[in-house]
Protein backbone atom coordinates (compact mmCIF):
# COMPACT_ATOMS: atom_id res chain seq x y z
CA UNK A 1 0.00 0.00 0.00
CA UNK A 2 1.38 3.65 -1.11
CA UNK A 3 0.89 5.63 2.17
CA UNK A 4 1.53 9.55 0.21
CA UNK A 5 2.31 11.99 3.12
CA UNK A 6 0.32 15.32 2.69
CA UNK A 7 2.09 18.53 4.52
CA UNK A 8 2.56 22.02 4.65
CA UNK A 9 2.69 25.19 6.40
CA UNK A 10 -0.77 27.20 7.90
CA UNK A 11 -2.73 28.76 5.10
CA UNK A 12 -1.20 26.89 2.30
CA UNK A 13 -4.49 25.51 1.21
CA UNK A 14 -3.52 21.78 2.07
CA UNK A 15 -7.71 21.09 2.05
CA UNK A 16 -8.00 21.59 -1.28
CA UNK A 17 -5.23 19.72 -2.06
CA UNK A 18 -6.64 17.10 -0.05
CA UNK A 19 -10.14 17.11 -1.42
CA UNK A 20 -8.48 16.44 -4.94
CA UNK A 21 -7.07 13.58 -3.99
CA UNK A 22 -10.01 12.10 -1.90
CA UNK A 23 -11.82 12.92 -5.52
CA UNK A 24 -9.94 10.28 -7.09
CA UNK A 25 -11.18 7.87 -4.65
CA UNK A 26 -8.13 7.52 -2.61
CA UNK A 27 -8.98 7.72 0.89
CA UNK A 28 -7.27 10.51 3.33
CA UNK A 29 -7.02 10.24 7.08
CA UNK A 30 -6.72 14.13 8.35
CA UNK A 31 -4.69 14.16 11.18
CA UNK A 32 -6.00 17.88 12.48
CA UNK A 33 -9.84 15.77 12.43
CA UNK A 34 -8.72 13.28 14.61
CA UNK A 35 -7.03 15.40 16.80
CA UNK A 36 -9.93 17.93 17.24
CA UNK A 37 -12.20 14.04 17.64
CA UNK A 38 -9.91 13.15 20.83
CA UNK A 39 -10.32 16.68 23.03
CA UNK A 40 -13.92 15.97 22.76
CA UNK A 41 -14.14 15.10 26.76
CA UNK A 42 -14.21 12.62 28.22
CA UNK A 43 -10.74 12.61 26.86
CA UNK A 44 -7.82 10.91 28.28
CA UNK A 45 -5.65 12.91 25.45
CA UNK A 46 -7.24 16.78 26.97
CA UNK A 47 -7.02 15.34 30.41
CA UNK A 48 -3.08 14.57 29.87
CA UNK A 49 -2.96 18.34 28.22
CA UNK A 50 -4.88 19.86 31.22
CA UNK A 51 -2.55 17.82 33.52
CA UNK A 52 0.37 20.08 31.88
CA UNK A 53 -1.30 23.80 31.00
CA UNK A 54 -3.43 23.63 34.28
CA UNK A 55 -6.94 23.62 34.70
CA UNK A 56 -7.61 27.29 33.30
CA UNK A 57 -7.46 25.78 29.27
CA UNK A 58 -10.67 24.28 29.48
CA UNK A 59 -13.90 26.05 29.27
CA UNK A 60 -16.54 25.40 32.04
CA UNK A 61 -18.42 22.50 29.90
CA UNK A 62 -15.13 21.06 30.23
CA UNK A 63 -13.94 21.41 27.15
CA UNK A 64 -10.56 23.02 25.55
CA UNK A 65 -10.11 26.86 25.37
CA UNK A 66 -8.51 27.01 22.29
CA UNK A 67 -7.53 30.50 22.44
CA UNK A 68 -6.25 30.15 26.16
CA UNK A 69 -3.83 27.13 24.40
CA UNK A 70 -3.19 28.57 21.53
CA UNK A 71 -1.80 32.14 23.20
CA UNK A 72 0.45 30.51 26.00
CA UNK A 73 2.00 27.40 23.12
CA UNK A 74 2.48 30.00 19.99
CA UNK A 75 4.78 32.77 22.51
CA UNK A 76 6.44 30.35 24.19
CA UNK A 77 8.41 27.06 22.19
CA UNK A 78 9.03 24.46 25.05
CA UNK A 79 5.32 24.63 25.73
CA UNK A 80 4.02 24.16 22.43
CA UNK A 81 7.38 21.57 21.53
CA UNK A 82 5.50 19.69 25.01
CA UNK A 83 2.09 19.98 23.50
CA UNK A 84 3.30 18.66 20.61
CA UNK A 85 4.87 15.65 22.54
CA UNK A 86 1.51 14.81 24.17
CA UNK A 87 -0.68 15.47 21.04
CA UNK A 88 1.50 13.30 18.61
CA UNK A 89 1.38 10.34 20.82
CA UNK A 90 -2.31 9.75 20.91
CA UNK A 91 -2.72 10.64 17.12
CA UNK A 92 -0.28 8.54 15.84
CA UNK A 93 -1.70 5.53 17.33
CA UNK A 94 -4.85 6.03 16.07
CA UNK A 95 -3.26 6.91 12.34
CA UNK A 96 -1.20 3.50 12.77
CA UNK A 97 -4.14 1.52 13.74
CA UNK A 98 -6.08 2.95 10.32
CA UNK A 99 -3.45 2.41 8.19
CA UNK A 100 -3.21 -1.43 8.94
CA UNK A 101 -7.07 -1.53 8.52
CA UNK A 102 -6.59 -0.08 5.08
CA UNK A 103 -3.46 -2.08 4.48
CA UNK A 104 -5.49 -5.52 5.28
CA UNK A 105 -8.23 -4.17 3.58
CA UNK A 106 -6.33 -4.20 0.55
CA UNK A 107 -6.31 -0.28 -0.47
CA UNK A 108 -4.10 0.36 -2.84
CA UNK A 109 -3.21 4.23 -2.06
CA UNK A 110 -4.22 6.66 1.27
CA UNK A 111 -2.91 9.99 2.30
CA UNK A 112 -2.04 11.01 5.52
CA UNK A 113 -3.20 14.78 5.84
CA UNK A 114 -1.23 15.80 8.65
CA UNK A 115 0.34 19.41 8.91
CA UNK A 116 2.86 18.18 11.95
CA UNK A 117 3.84 15.24 9.80
CA UNK A 118 7.09 16.06 10.47
CA UNK A 119 7.25 16.67 13.94
CA UNK A 120 5.14 13.59 14.69
CA UNK A 121 7.65 11.59 12.91
CA UNK A 122 4.67 10.14 10.46
CA UNK A 123 6.87 10.92 7.58
CA UNK A 124 8.65 7.77 8.46
CA UNK A 125 5.23 6.09 7.67
CA UNK A 126 4.92 7.50 4.42
CA UNK A 127 6.40 6.39 0.94
CA UNK A 128 6.13 9.48 -0.73
CA UNK A 129 5.92 13.15 0.84
CA UNK A 130 3.97 15.91 -1.00
CA UNK A 131 3.92 19.72 0.52
CA UNK A 132 1.53 22.40 -0.07
CA UNK A 133 3.18 25.88 -0.52
CA UNK A 134 1.63 29.37 -1.18
CA UNK A 135 3.30 32.82 -0.80
CA UNK A 136 3.13 34.14 2.70
CA UNK A 137 0.45 37.14 2.28
CA UNK A 138 -1.73 34.54 1.10
CA UNK A 139 -1.18 32.25 3.93
CA UNK A 140 -1.73 34.90 6.15
CA UNK A 141 -4.63 36.18 4.87
CA UNK A 142 -6.31 32.65 4.88
CA UNK A 143 -5.11 31.89 8.40
CA UNK A 144 -6.37 35.17 9.40
CA UNK A 145 -9.86 34.60 7.45
CA UNK A 146 -10.15 31.17 8.92
CA UNK A 147 -9.50 30.98 12.44
CA UNK A 148 -10.54 34.85 13.24
CA UNK A 149 -7.42 35.74 14.84
CA UNK A 150 -5.20 38.89 14.21
CA UNK A 151 -2.47 39.51 11.59
CA UNK A 152 -0.18 39.53 14.45
CA UNK A 153 -1.19 36.19 15.71
CA UNK A 154 -1.67 34.65 12.28
CA UNK A 155 2.50 35.63 11.99
CA UNK A 156 3.19 34.41 15.53
CA UNK A 157 1.77 31.16 14.45
CA UNK A 158 3.84 30.64 11.27
CA UNK A 159 6.64 31.67 12.77
CA UNK A 160 6.82 28.32 14.94
CA UNK A 161 6.32 26.24 12.34
CA UNK A 162 9.16 24.88 9.37
CA UNK A 163 10.46 26.90 6.68
CA UNK A 164 9.35 26.69 2.87
CA UNK A 165 13.12 25.52 2.47
CA UNK A 166 13.22 22.34 4.88
CA UNK A 167 9.43 21.80 3.00
CA UNK A 168 11.17 21.61 -0.36
CA UNK A 169 13.99 20.05 0.79
CA UNK A 170 12.30 16.70 2.64
CA UNK A 171 9.49 16.31 -0.22
CA UNK A 172 9.10 14.31 -3.09
CA UNK A 173 6.55 16.71 -4.81
CA UNK A 174 5.93 20.16 -4.05
CA UNK A 175 2.76 22.09 -4.93
CA UNK A 176 2.06 25.85 -5.45
CA UNK A 177 -1.06 26.96 -4.57
CA UNK A 178 -0.61 30.99 -4.57
CA UNK A 179 -4.95 30.80 -5.73
CA UNK A 180 -4.91 29.37 -9.16
CA UNK A 181 -7.15 26.17 -8.30
CA UNK A 182 -7.08 24.89 -11.85
CA UNK A 183 -3.32 24.33 -11.20
CA UNK A 184 -3.84 22.18 -8.23
CA UNK A 185 -5.70 19.19 -10.59
CA UNK A 186 -3.24 18.45 -12.82
CA UNK A 187 -0.31 18.35 -10.11
CA UNK A 188 -2.58 16.25 -7.95
CA UNK A 189 -2.93 14.27 -10.77
CA UNK A 190 0.58 14.33 -12.03
CA UNK A 191 1.36 12.87 -8.68
CA UNK A 192 -0.69 9.96 -9.00
CA UNK A 193 -0.24 8.95 -12.07
CA UNK A 194 4.00 8.40 -11.19
CA UNK A 195 3.57 6.83 -8.12
CA UNK A 196 0.79 4.40 -9.91
CA UNK A 197 -1.79 5.56 -7.24
CA UNK A 198 -4.77 6.00 -9.41
CA UNK A 199 -6.94 3.47 -8.88
CA UNK A 200 -8.53 0.96 -11.55
Do not use: W
Not at 49 to 76: E, N, Q, T, W, Y
Not at 134 to 153: L, Q
Request: hydrophobic share 40%.
Amino acid sequence: MLVIGLTGPSGAGKGEVSDLFASFRIPVMDADKIYHQMLIPPSDCLSEIARHFGPGILLPDGSLDRKKLASIVFSDRAELDELNRITHAFVMRTIRRRLEYYKNDGVRAVVLDAPQLFEAGADKDCNILVSVLANKEDRIRRIVSRDGITREEAELRLSSQKSDAFFRANSDYVIENNGKLEELLPAVKKILTETGALPL
